[in-house]
């Protein structure tokens, strides 16, 4: 017995029990009566293959078991057609009553057996039909129509010349002595015009078609992915053969785990600093190793101590200047001053200043101290010292030890010694430093412009501000840059002169550390390129593993055909 009336239910079946997403979708379509693929649902199995879609499971059709004892479902089919208005020379009271599953219809030669069949035509074909529809013989002419019924129909349908042909040909099946002769010297289109078998096993055929579909658009896009990959693989070559017996100066197509490797050497290169430094150091390395280059080096070391010699010192008095900030002093000097005064207004004589009593007292105090006087005597006129003029020398005393006097003294002296760096600072030539020079003309234009810039912002009377401070922060990074590059150049030319066999193994090994360092760079400028080729090779593998795969389930698709056809059709045949 069939566990399925049609074939449908079998194709539906091979769907979902093999938990195959893209072959469920297939079967689903098929069974649906989809006969082509569309790009989108193409582009959707593609998806399903490669497993970067999911598919949301149609429910399984009912199995003859679950219906047993059930009465059998109603076969939809046309019960009526007519009256008819203005179509052909049919009668416009002609309805047709079609009660039972054959009916004959017979009449004379132009009783209207044809127009009839023509009516029928409209509703099963979606060919136009090549004569007029209207009644050529009435004198007007009137837009023909005519009512149709089918079991499913509540009420009557009408169709006009605005609907479409073959509108019901899912259902209705129309056959005629033309259609027989095409099929008898042509082959067969199943479901074009007429259904050929009630059990639909065309469906199979529609599941292989569409499995073949697939594959030829994934054998399509393995060709593709395949010229791509041969492309990417010949740029990396050439990008990297320079890089003689490393992985990606041969890389090949199966070499997937060595390049995903490589990628994350590439991934984790980040400091260019270290590379700039070891490509440096073998500069100098290839100098110190030939009798020119030594030369060379002991030219440069001497550039670089007297160029070191040049911004020392203006940048110590940078630096000072920045400590003392005089125009700051010069304010806090004012305001000292001002207190100071206050205090001594009284001492002060008539017609003299502060300055003045203070350039008198200090010489004094020195011959006899105002706070303890050895002799009764005054220093300057030798007069006996009243008790109003000890108490006038302690009141000398008491400004000349006083804070005010030696914060002064201290503020006067730290203003001294700024206009000793201001002048260092404008007597310096930056145009003239380094003339000449075999340093660099990078290092030689930085040092220059810093040199200028430190004089424009360090001046008589001028704030020292955050452009003062990175002009001499500046200066201190040149400083010691020159000073750390003196020192290496001098090391070197002094290991020259001890063993020029060690500095060569030097040199090999830090071009060893440079190729190296050269190597992940150059993977790191093109990662891009090297996933984009370890994303194909995986592809690849995808492609050469999964499509060998499509020969058993064809085998399945027309395993199931014959047992349907067993099933349905030979079992059906027994019983008849």
């Known amino acids: 017995m069939p566990i399925h009336p049609d074939a449908i239910g079998y194709i539906r079946d091979l769907g ?9 979708m297939i079967c689903d379509l098929a069974s649906s009566g989809q006969t082509t693929l569309s790009p989108t649902n193409l582009e959707i199995i593609v998806q399903l293959f490669l497993a970067r879609a999911s598919y949301l499971r149609q429910p399984a059709p009912p199995t003859a078991a679950a219906v047993a004892g059930a009465a059998a479902p109603a ?9 008819f208005n203005g179509f052909k020379g049919l009668s416009n009271a002609l309805a047709v009553s079609l009660p039972k599953r054959a009916t004959i219809i017979f009449g004379a030669n132009g009783s209207g057996k044809s127009s009839l069949c023509e009516a029928l035509q409209i509703l099963a074909s979606h060919d136009a039909p090549r004569r007029p529809l209207h009644d050529v013989h009435a004198p007007t002419t009137t837009t023909p129509s005519f009512s149709f019924r089918f079991t499913s129909d509540s009420t009557s349908q009408l169709w006009t010349l605005s609907a479409a042909y073959g509108s019901h040909s899912t259902v209705l099946k129309y056959f005629d002595a033309g259609i027989a002769i095409n099929n008898i010297h042509n082959s067969v289109q199943p479901g074009r015009i007429i259904e050929l078998s009630p059990f639909k096993l065309d469906v199979f055929e529609t599941a292989k078609d569409h499995c073949i579909d697939l594959r030829t658009e994934l054998q399509r896009r393995q060709t593709e992915n395949a010229t791509l990959l041969t492309n990417v693989l010949e740029q990396i070559r050439n990008k990297f053969e320079t890089f003689e017996d490393t992985v990606l100066a041969a890389l090949t197509s199966t070499a997937a785990a060595a390049l995903k490797v490589e990628i994350k050497l590439g991934d984790s290169y980040t400091d260019k600093s270290v590379l700039d430094e070891k490509l440096k150091r073998k500069a100098e390395l290839e100098k110190a190793t030939s009798e020119e280059g030594l030369k060379l080096l002991k030219g440069e070391a001497a550039a670089l101590k ?3 010699g040049e ?18 002093q010069a304010r806090t000097l004012k305001s000292k001053e001002d207190e100071l005064e206050v205090l001594a207004k009284s001492l002060i004589p008539s017609g003299a200043t502060l ?12 011959i006899c101290s105002f706070n303890y006087p050895e002799t009764r005597d005054c220093p300057l006129c030798k007069q006996k010292l009243r008790e109003s003029e000890l108490e006038l020398f302690k009141q000398y005393a008491a400004l000349l030890t006083g804070e005010l006097d030696a914060i002064i003294t201290e503020i006067r002296n730290l203003l001294k010694t700024s206009e000793k760096n201001l002048k260092v600072i404008a007597d310096s030539a930056p145009d003239d430093w380094a003339k000449d020079s075999v340093l660099t003309q990078e290092t030689v234009y930085a040092t220059k412009d810093t040199g200028r810039a430190v004089q424009t912002r360090f001046v008589v009377g001028g704030e020292i501000d955050q452009d003062c401070k990175d002009a001499a922060s500046l200066m201190r990074g040149l400083s010691d840059d020159l000073s750390k590059s003196l020192k290496e150049k001098e090391k070197l030319v002094e290991e020259a002169g001890k063993s020029r066999v060690e500095l060569i193994k030097l040199l090999t090994d830090i071009t060893t550390e440079c190729q190296g360092l050269l190597y992940s760079k150059a993977i790191s400028k093109n990662i891009e390129l090297l996933k984009d080729a370890y994303g194909r090779m995986r592809d690849s593998a995808f492609w050469d593993s999964s499509l060998p795969n499509f020969t058993p389930v064809l085998r399945k698709v027309t395993s199931t055909a014959k047992k349907a056809h067993k099933e349905l059709v030979v079992e059906n045949f027994r019983t008849r």
Do not use: Y
């Open 306 to 308: 007297a160029l070191h």
């Open 311 to 328: 911004i020392e010192p203006i940048l110590i008095a940078c630096e000072k200047l920045i400590e003392i900030d005089p125009v700051a």
């Open 75 to 83: 076969v939809e089919r046309l019960e009526t057609i007519g009256p």
């Open 16 to 24: 979902h029990s093999e938990d195959i997403p893209w072959l469920e």
């Open 355 to 366: 300055d003045k009593l203070m350039a008198l007292i200090r010489p004094a105090n020195k």
